[in-house]
């Protein structure tokens, strides 16, 4: 690309150099026009920290062991292109969480299993959802905080019960807005905050099959992201945040009165 280092800035150039796969006469040429165009350096950022954090979470799988042998007779489960066709579907409703893509190719479980693995389930998927979207410069939210009325119906709609976005101006942050996501068994709310000092707490709320039993507080630390989750009377909610554990747990309490009200 060294005889073509100035031609036009495509997405592709930009998503190179976030990427670091920029061909080194045309790196020079980028980095000249973003110091220029704040608004694109501003989303290379975002696109580079995004990043960082998806590796946070799993790079570490990388690293495991293969299995010195496994099974010769898998469990019988459902034909491939069902479950990649139903993958598919979940991940173009409500956004490109490849989180999505990877339970729905997993063995099912037992129902027993399942509700034992639901919290620790839970936190991941919040935490993958956290470092997705709130890098985001531009587009962090699909609604914003000015639409608020509109946002909470919308997502109760999709969700089928009444969301109500906990107020958390007394521990600094305030609703930027929120998003739908797709889940592993429907429709997944997410709300962001921010304080003053631009940080950012994402609230993952999804429905939870009926256990008869509800869950405490659990801490979970994906990477930089900590989790508290919980679930309640079939919500599970998870929330995010790069903060001091007993910071997160100070807003984690707030949130979880407003809720129980």
Known sequence: ????GNAPVTEADLHAYADGL?????????????ATRPDESDRVRAWRRQAEGLRALYDGVLSEPIPAALPLAPPPRRPFPLRLAAAAALLLAGGGLGWTLRAALQPSRSAGSAAADAPQELARRAALAHAVYTPEVRHPVE??????????????KRLGTELRPPRLGAVGFELMGGRLLPGKRGPVAQFMYRNSAGERLTLYVATE???????AFRFSQEGSV????????GMGYGLSGELPRPELLRVAEV???QLER
Do not use: C, K
């Not at 609604?143 to 109760?156: C, I, K, P, T």
């Open 209 to 215: 099959p009926a256990t008869g039993t509800n869950t």
């Open 226 to 233: 900590g989790v508290f989750s919980w679930i309640d009377d």
């Open 255 to 257: 949130v979880y009165a």
């Open 143 to 156: 609604v914003g905080a000015d639409q608020e009325a509109h946002l909470v119906g919308w997502l109760s």
């Open 1 to 4: 690309m060294t005889g073509n």
């Open 22 to 34: 920029l061909a080194e006469g045309r790196r020079g040429f980028i980095e000249s026009y973003l």
